[in-house]
């Protein structure tokens, strides 16, 4: 039987009602929470990301403040800055645009912001609570990936849960989630030896590695919720035998489908769920700061 796919479109649409409905409760109670982005040059992608992230806080009702620098900032300006906006009571969360002016240190940076204004929960700090399983702001593409596995209806506790990729801000993460959360978990790499074989013991498989199609049919345990978080551009040759650019997953969706109990599109799956987030943990970082 073909696998149950699970949409993060309709799962991020459900994360944005409940965190406007939280957004409404903090504005009647106290004050709207707010985001502040910074953004260091006029990069076109930045600027449209920042426009588009603007866009999407006006609709659940967070404020947001565009905090802008020279592409020729230095470290000091830019640190600077996030030290405003630590001290600044009515910022509730601080992100920090990519790309950052190649004159800065963009983990020092990072590393920088507070920890209960990291919503992205791209520090070591926020890394490190939460691999003493204290409350923190976890990254958001891990926690995608974890309310896709809790979507799945699977029992995470005491099943074995493989995880491709150990990158500080998806694979790490996600594994010591799955883990707090009673999983067994195996994390792989590219050392992994007998990559399939380890990939099939998996109940639970998320894939991060960034690798097209790298997960086949033979890297599925039948049954098994697969968690494809790879977000890969390539271009391919049509039916039309033209060559056009597409967004591919780690896993080869059409093989796995035919062998998973569930799994996630790309796109569709992971991507706007990880969209969706990042607001709920500047609601999050808000409840906590005014509450
Ligand atoms: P990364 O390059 O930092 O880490 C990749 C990890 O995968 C490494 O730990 C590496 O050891 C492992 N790996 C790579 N090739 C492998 C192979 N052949 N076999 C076994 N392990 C292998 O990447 P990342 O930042 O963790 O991102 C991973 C993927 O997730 C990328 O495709 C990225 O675009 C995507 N991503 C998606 C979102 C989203 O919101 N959907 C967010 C962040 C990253």
Redesign the pocket.
Known sequence: MAATILDGKQLAEQIRRQTAQRVQRLAATARAPMLAAVLAGDDGGAVLYAESQAKKCAELGIAYRLERLPGDASQADLLSLIDRLNRDDAVDGVILQQPLPKTCDAAAAQSAVRPDKDVEGASPMSLGLLAYGRPALLP??AL?AWELIKASGIKVEGANAVV????????RPIGLILMQNHATVTT?????RD?PGVARTGEILV??????R?VTADYIRPGAVVID????RVTETGADGKAAKKTV??VDFEAARQIAGSITP?PG???P???ALLLRNVVEAAERHIG
């Not at 792989?188 to 992994?192: G, Y």
Request: aromatic share 0%.
């Open positions: 958001c593409t995608a491709i990729g150990r990158s500080q801000i998806v694979g792989c790499h590219t050392r992994t990559l894939v991060a590695a960034g690798r097209p790298l978080v790879g977000t890969n997953g780690d790309v799956g992971v991507g769920v990880t969209v």
